[in-house]
């Protein structure tokens, strides 16, 4: 037994290439499914926040008809609101859709909307509403989940995902920029709707 040697050996340069060429071919795979992930969680949060606005308008419009579809009030005959689940909404008192919050005391009509009160009924329709601004600066913007817009022309909240603005360009009242994604809602209507890049 003391005659014998033991030869150690390391893999040979076939296994390696085999090696090299399989952590390849899993990596051409693997790869392009990763490289889009944060842009698809983005678009996924859209999805979420806009089918719980979505849910909840059409709840409070629900609300609306169960109180009788009220339209007025005492101090004016432009301003409704509605117990939503202990919270007060602002309704159109013709329509039942959301227009505003409870500091409302003007006039609460879905053609009287602007951009406050687009981020007045986010605010308040959502039970945990993401963070939003009204501002154009591009510092305020970038720590918001959503700008918010109104279109006048269309009677249109706009709420934009901040994560696809271009800081140089953040938008303004109008129209939805294109290349950008995140959801209208029309208060006219009550219908919410999609846009993404």
Not at 86 to 110: I, R
Not at 153 to 162: A, G, P, R, S, V
């Amino acid at each position: 037994m003391l005659g014998r040697v033991r030869h150690m050996a390391g893999f040979s340069l076939l296994e390696l290439v085999l090696v090299v060429i399989l952590l390849a071919i899993v990596m051409s795979i693997a790869v392009p499914q990763f490289l889009d992930i944060k842009e698809r969680a983005h678009r996924s949060n859209i999805d979420a926040v806009a089918g719980g606005f979505a849910s909840a308008v059409g709840l409070i419009r629900g609300q609306w008809e169960l109180d009788a579809r009220p339209s007025g009030s005492e101090a004016s005959q432009f301003v409704t609101h509605i117990n939503y689940g202990g919270v007060v909404v602002g309704v159109d008192g013709s329509l039942g859709t959301p227009t505003s919050d409870d500091t409302e005391q003007e006039n609460t009509q879905a053609l009287a909307m602007s951009c406050t009160k687009c981020q007045q009924v986010l605010n308040v329709v959502l039970q945990d509403a993401p963070s939003n601004t009204l501002s154009s600066d591009a510092s305020v913007v970038k720590d918001s989940m959503f700008l918010v817009r109104y279109n006048a022309d269309k009677l249109q909240c706009i709420y934009y995902l901040t994560h696809s603005l271009d800081a140089k360009n953040i938008p303004i009242d109008g129209e939805p920029h294109v290349g950008t994604s995140g959801f209208s809602y029309f208060p006219v209507t009550g219908k919410v709707q999609i846009f993404k890049s």
